[in-house]
């Protein structure tokens, strides 16, 4: 496993980018200079370059992250000053901890390694005004109160947890980088500073120099939506290596500046263009940087979102054409596979806490690393190989609604996750299959599950987990537990599209998503039958019921699968009133041709067993059911 240095060679590759700013998803994700941190700063106190302050602002939410130096990787609860920006309870004068700031502070600003930003900060902050100043400018912001009385609470407008950011007003016109946060010549002069302080030497693992050695490692890993404190290295307690080394140098050392590359690497890899599974964080790389698949989505956004066509309907029957769909897949990684440079590796790291709180060691839970022309071939695999028609709802440009589109492929892990571990649940007017809002435990859980489960199968183009495919077949069974056809149906089609890939793994066979009518299985001819039934007896209903009406099929389906002969029987029996409703020649060319057909393709042996059904049953049904939709709705109903 060398992912270490494998992370040292991408932070060269990258370090142009430390202390700028990358926007994803409207959010600013730094690159991090050596030993800086971030912080989501509360005020902006502008100063001269002499000192002087010329006013203090509001930091708006979404531009609050800020890059400050510091001196430790992470604060306890001692006394551990940062080296610049800090919150008020360092900076204000009242504070017990402020000598010890200012103290720090003094001695960058006498170094040789000083800066016009730090000398205006230090010059104002002598001065013993920030408190006051920031208390005036609290008090001159409008107060919404019931009446003009002050509480002790309201007493102390500035919260000692707020931090400040600083931004200098130089009157040089060449000198334009005036905020601290931004300012990269006074992030290389802090490091410079940093570098020359004292510090135990040793031997670094990672490279085998003698470098300047590490106590304390950077934390706030994982991009987790409220914050995380988990680090990659931990156990500073040299106590639990009693009996097995005599210090905990001799179970592992890193060099302090390897160490921030590597996190700083990994961190930015994570927020930029890694995945957050619930708390398990996903990074993918590779050493060219070269652009890479959202291997995660679903073969829709994969393979078809950018293709644009005049005519909807020409681009809807070529989504539902498999064949059309392979080629479509395969054309779109092999734009990847021009690209990528021979012998170019791929690496993913999946990170995760077993701590609640998010706070401890991260571990890695999973490290593939493989060659990227075979990564692209497997990602390929998973999309033909588990492949079956499924639907999803994406925004109308032309209504500003949504509308339903059917591809052939795969779901997205999310959806996957919701489909199989989720249940159909009503909440803001909407009926969906998934987790409630409110129910971020579970969804993480499950999220994180599926993550653990189909990375190998996607990546490595190992076997489909059965547990997976067994769940989402029973599930698929039970029709009656959904108020929306359509949500059932995609459980159906996911079911299909993970038996479909079980099968492949398990024996090589492709099973055909167009109705196989040479196919002699007999659970397939008992899903086609049912199929048949369930069309026959739903398209007698009214437009206004259908939706919300049980066809006798889906009612005895689970009981279909168990005994399928005696329930067939009462099937068959119940259809008799609705096929009085159909046309004659549509009953009898169509539906009871059909019932015949199938019929005879099963030995009397064969259809009056008892034997379970195997989930072959599906797929027949599913087909069979795709096929009758197709017929033209003219002259089915009397």
């Known amino acids: 496993m060398n992912w270490p240095l494998e992370l040292l060679k991408l932070y060269e590759k990258y370090k142009e980018k430390a202390g700028t700013y990358t926007t994803v998803d409207n959010r600013k994700i730094p ?53 610049l920006c800090d919150n008020v309870k360092y ?37 013993e005004t920030v408190e006051a100043d920031l208390e005036y400018f609290e008090s001159q912001k409008p107060k919404k109160r019931k009446n003009n009385d002050v509480n002790e609470k309201e007493k102390k407008l500035v919260k000692t947890g707020s931090f400040l950011r600083f931004t200098i007003l130089y009157q040089s016109p060449e000198n334009k980088e005036s905020h601290c946060w931004l300012d990269r010549t006074l992030h290389k002069q802090f490091i410079s500073y940093h570098n020359s302080l004292d510090a135990k030497v040793g031997l670094d693992y990672l490279t085998g120099e003698i470098t300047k050695l590490g106590d304390r490692f950077p934390r706030k890993l994982r991009p987790l939506p409220g914050g995380d404190q988990t ?19 001799e179970a592992l050392s890193i060099g302090i500046e390897n160490a921030y590359k590597v996190f700083n690497t990994l961190k930015w890899l994570l927020q930029t263009t890694g995945k957050l599974y619930g708390t398990m964080a996903v990074a993918v790389w590779n050493a060219g940087d070269y652009p890479i698949p959202e291997w995660d989505k679903d073969t829709y956004k994969l393979a078809y979102e950018a293709e644009n066509t005049a005519n909807e309907e020409i681009l809807q029957s070529l989504r539902s054409d498999p064949q059309f769909a392979e080629k479509q897949i395969l054309r779109m990684l092999d734009g990847y596979r021009q690209i990528m440079s021979l012998g170019t590796l791929m690496t993913l790291m999946a990170l995760d806490s077993s701590s609640a709180s998010a706070k401890g060691r991260c571990s890695i839970v999973n490290y593939i690393n493989l060659d990227g022309k075979i990564f692209l071939d497997n990602i390929a695999k998973w999309h033909i190989q588990a492949g079956w028609r499924q639907t999803k709802w994406i925004p ?32 803001n007017g909407k ?40 769940t989402i077949i029973n599930k698929a ?60 007896e739903k398209i007698t209903f009214k437009p206004e019921v259908e939706p919300k009406r049980i066809t006798n099929s889906q009612r005895y389906m689970n009981r279909f699968v168990l005994k399928p002969a005696q329930t067939w029987s009462i099937i068959r ?66």
Not at 108 to 123: G, I, K, L, N, R
Not at 231 to 249: C, D, P, R, Y
Request: proline share 5%; with cysteine; glycine share 2%.
């Open 573 to 638: 029996l119940n259809l008799t009133p609705y096929l009085r409703k159909l046309a004659p020649e549509f009953r009898e060319n169509v539906i009871n041709s059909l019932f015949y057909e199938i019929s005879a393709m099963m030995t009397e042996e064969q259809f009056q067993s008892e034997e379970r059904l195997s989930p072959l049953f599906l797929l027949g049904y599913d087909c069979q059911m795709q096929s009758l939709k197709k017929l033209p709705k003219k002259s089915q109903i009397l």
């Open 477 to 536: 069974m039970y029709p009656l537990a959904f108020k929306k056809a359509d949500n059932w149906e995609r459980v159906v089609r996911l079911a299909c599209s993970f038996y479909k890939k079980h099968i492949y793994d398990k024996t090589g066979e492709v099973i055909k998503m167009a109705l196989d009518t040479e196919n002699k299985d007999r659970s397939y001819l008992f899903g086609r039958l049912l199929a048949v039934a369930d069309y026959a």
């Open 231 to 249: 680090t990659l290295i931990s156990a500073n307690n040299a106590l639990v290596f009693t009996g097995l080394f005599q210090t905990k140098e």
């Open 31 to 83: 690159f991090l200079p050596l030993f800086h941190d971030t912080v989501n700063a509360v005020y902006e106190i502008v100063l001269t370059e002499n000192g002087e302050l010329s006013e203090i602002k509001d930091v708006p939410p979404d531009d609050a992250v800020t890059i400050v130096p510091v001196y430790v990787a992470f604060r306890t609860s001692d006394c551990c000053p940062n080296a």
């Open 91 to 127: 900076i204000a004068s009242t504070s017990k901890y402020h000598h010890a700031y200012m103290e720090k502070l003094k001695l960058w600003h006498d170094s040789d390694y000083s800066h016009p930003t730090v000398d205006a900060v230090y010059s104002y902050l002598s001065k």
């Open 431 to 470: 009926v969906f299959i998934g987790f409630r809002s409110s129910d971020e435990t579970n969804k993480n859980y499950f999220y994180k599950k599926t993550a653990e489960k189909l990375i190998p199968s996607i990546w490595q183009n190992n076997p489909l987990p059965y547990d997976m495919v067994k």
């Open 396 to 427: 109308n440009n032309q209504t500003s609604k949504w509308k339903s589109i059917t591809y052939i492929g795969v779901p997205g892990m999310q959806e996957i996750a919701n489909l199989v571990y989720g249940r159909e649940i009503e909440e």
